[in-house]
């Protein structure tokens, strides 16, 4: 479940998640973005969430 949406965009045809450093690496590590296509996304999200 996504408790925060601030790292989440939502675009036409996916989803990106953005990590600030020290989410999922170290500082030197930088910054990641994740993007999701909501083909892959269909099955977790709900049926009434507002994506297509």
Request: without cysteine; aromatic residues 16%; hydrophobic residues 40%.
């Amino acid at each position: 479940m996504v408790r925060d949406g601030r790292n989440w965009l939502f675009g036409k045809d996916r989803a990106t998640v953005h990590f600030t450093a020290y989410t999922v690496a170290s500082f030197a590590g930088g910054e990641f973005d994740v993007s999701i296509p909501y083909r892959v996304l269909k099955p977790w999200l709900r049926p009434d969430a507002p994506v297509p």
